[in-house]
């Protein structure tokens, strides 16, 4: 089974020394709970498109510091191809960026929130009515975002929400799931970009409230990333 990963970001230059890209943290920490998983990186922020979705079984896309409701040709060209792959009935995930794109291509509405950054170990709860495989109703992991999905698209569900952020989960049936935080990030790597970015685009007071998150709070990443792994796997079978 081949998922194709499109990576919208990649890790900041000052980072790449010491951590993978996004793409690869996907494709490392996927392939360690789905050992029958391949994976194919298309860097679709500098064009590279995959031929057509029959390349790949599946789909992921990643993280990014542009903007989901931007006009440049490849973000256009990557809704395109989320509604190709969403008509076909591909499984497609999404994290951050990846969650909002996804969003907007479907017919919701993703724009700056007026309540600011999410920075460091977020909180959310699982909506009443729905299961996850992480089995508790409280699922911390990493956020870093300004962006939001302020109207979900119709055919998505809302499945994790906080006070933060409304539409921090979507799923659709077996097909589309779709994470607002980063379940690939690590604290280590969290606390890094609260560092390279306290002061630039972060004030004092978000770095400050981010770090002591990170500092006390336990996250379910690993339990998300297997969740994922195990969604990937039995829609692209």
């Known amino acids: 089974m081949k998922i194709g990963i499109l990576a919208a970001g990649?890790?900041?230059?000052v980072l790449q020394s010491q951590y993978p890209t996004y793409a690869q943290m996907f494709a490392q920490q996927l392939q360690a709970h789905e050992p029958e998983l391949a994976f194919e990186i298309f860097d679709v922020r500098l064009d590279e498109f995959p031929a057509s979705i029959d390349v790949c079984d599946g789909w992921l896309i990643t993280g990014s510091k542009s903007d989901a409701y931007g006009d440049e040709p490849w973000i256009l060209q990557l809704c395109d191809f989320i509604r190709e792959v969403d008509a076909k009935g591909q499984v497609l995930v999404g994290i951050c960026f990846g969650h909002q794109v996804?969003?907007?291509?479907?017919g919701g509405r993703v724009a700056k929130f007026q309540n600011g950054w999410g920075v460091g170990v977020h909180h959310y709860q699982v909506v009443?009515?729905?299961?996850?495989?992480?089995?508790?109703?409280?699922?911390?992991?990493?956020?870093?975002?300004q962006d939001q999905v302020l109207e979900k698209p119709e055919k998505?569900?809302?499945?994790?929400?906080?006070?933060?952020?409304q539409h921090a989960g979507l799923i659709y049936q077996d097909r589309i799931l779709t994470f607002q935080g980063h379940p690939e990030f690590s604290k280590q790597y969290?606390?890094?970009?609260?560092?390279?970015?306290?002061?630039?685009?972060?004030?004092s007071e978000?770095?400050?409230k981010a770090r002591y998150s990170v500092e006390q709070d336990d996250i379910?990443?690993?339990?998300l990333m297997a969740w994922i792994g195990q969604f990937l796997k039995a829609k692209s079978s």
Not at 10 to 13: A, K
Not at 156 to 165: G, H, K, V
Not at 191 to 203: C, K
């Open 102 to 106: 996804i969003a907007r291509a479907l």
């Open 190 to 203: 969290e606390n890094e970009l609260i560092e390279l970015y306290d002061g630039v685009t972060l004030t």
């Open 220 to 223: 379910q990443s690993p339990q």
């Open 206 to 208: 978000v770095a400050s």
């Open 10 to 13: 990649i890790t900041p230059e």
């Open 128 to 145: 009443d009515g729905f299961d996850t495989p992480v089995g508790q109703k409280d699922i911390a992991f990493c956020a870093f975002h």
């Open 156 to 165: 998505l569900e809302t499945f994790l929400t906080s006070d933060f952020c």
